[in-house]
């Protein structure tokens, strides 16, 4: 195992400038995802998750900009690079699967020439052995009759078929990194297994790195090596999945892990979903961000201190920080 990350993002600072002053959309993240590895990032809508995506692609909608920090692609500082070297990097290196199929697939044009032409773009091969590998990456993500549907136009999919012809186009080119924003959230259960089965398989193969974005720990059980979680543009917590997943260091990942029945521990069966926790209150709007720790108003084991005093990222165990004064308190324990 190599020790420096693929990618690694240092200190993340992006705002938007209003006209009450600039405001913190991504506050001060950090994260790194080792080669061949899959990084699940967690937490609920509205919590920077697919800014921290928009950022690394060099995608930030109009107005929001990178203030302070750095992101590294293999040791490559990309952070203001060229706008040319992102388009290289967003071909050959980085793909992403967009929770919204249609922001990357080109209506006029059909499918299978598209993926045809990401790969003789990207790996160089002639017509013919690109339309092949078109048919292979539809079959691969269980479009049926791939042959006769190379043929078809985005709009002639269900949302559900489009969002597999989007992840065959992103996996078609072998990217060293891949950015999968909620990929199949649209799909169901049966597809979604055997789409990560495939983005396993492309990973044992080409030790491509993950970035998993998504709100189910089930997922992250089954997929992630390590995890972030993310609350209100805070990375609050992170660390290998099985040790979070087992020993949660902040209470909003335990709040989001009750939410989860697959993950509840000593859960029967006959308790099903009615028994589901929900975490009480409402992800904070940007502008109206709570003083001391963002997740005080809905934590239950909040005092004073926390609701005056923004908590630092501590070492809660190897490879594993928390953004919590109550982690830090039993850290030191
Ligand atoms: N185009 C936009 N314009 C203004 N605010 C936005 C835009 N997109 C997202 N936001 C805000 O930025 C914050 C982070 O959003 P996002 O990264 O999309 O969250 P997540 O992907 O975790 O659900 C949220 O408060 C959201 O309302
Ligand atoms: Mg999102």
Redesign the pocket.
């Known amino acids: 195992m190599t020790a420096q990350p693929f990618l690694e993002i240092r200190n993340l600072t992006v705002e938007?400038p209003t006209d009450s002053g600039p405001i913190k959309?991504?506050d001060d993240i950090s994260l790194a995802i080792r080669r061949g590895t899959t990084m699940g990032v967690v937490?609920?809508?509205?919590?920077?998750?697919?800014?921290?995506?928009?950022a690394i692609m060099r995608l930030l909608?109009?107005?929001?900009k990178i203030t302070s920090g750095q992101i590294l692609l293999d040791g490559e500082d990309i952070t203001d690079v060229p706008d040319a070297r992102m388009r290289e990097l967003r071909g050959n290196e980085i793909s992403m699967i967009f929770?919204e199929p249609m922001t990357s697939l080109n209506p006029v044009f059909t499918v299978g020439e598209q993926i045809a032409e990401a790969v003789r773009q990207h790996q160089g091969l002639d017509t013919g052995k690109a339309e092949q590998r078109a048919i292979e990456m539809l079959k691969a993500v269980q479009i049926p009759g791939a042959e006769a549907r190379l043929n078809s136009y985005p709009h002639e999919f269900s949302g559900g078929m489009r969002q597999r012809v989007m992840i065959a186009m992103a996996l078609a080119c072998q990217p060293r990194l891949i950015i999968a924003?909620?990929p199949t959230t649209a799909l169901d259960v049966t597809v979604q297994a055997q789409i990560f089965a495939l983005m396993r398989e492309l990973q044992q193969e080409t030790g491509t790195a993950i970035m998993l974005?998504t709100?189910d720990l089930g997922a992250v059980a089954e997929m992630a090596d390590d995890v972030a979680v993310?609350y209100?543009?805070w990375r609050i917590e992170s660390g290998p999945a099985a040790e979070i997943l087992r020993r949660p260091s902040h209470p909003y990942t335990s709040g989001l892990m009750s939410c989860t029945p697959r993950l509840r521990l000593g859960a029967s069966a006959a308790e099903g979903g009615a028994a589901l926790r929900e975490i009480a209150g409402m992800?904070p709007?940007?502008g109206k961000m709570p003083v001391g720790c963002r997740f005080a108003p809905r934590c239950t084991r909040a005092d004073g201190y926390c609701r005056t005093n923004v908590p630092k990222d501590v070492i809660v165990g190897p490879q594993h920080t928390a953004m919590c004064w109550k982690a830090e308190e039993e850290a030191l324990a």
Do not use: N, R, W, Y
């Not at 909608?61 to 929001?64: I, L, N, S, Y």
């Open positions: 938007l959309v991504l937490g609920e809508s509205g919590c920077g998750k697919s800014m921290t995506a928009l909608p109009p107005g929001f929770q924003d909620e974005i709100h993310f209100a543009g992800v709007q940007l």
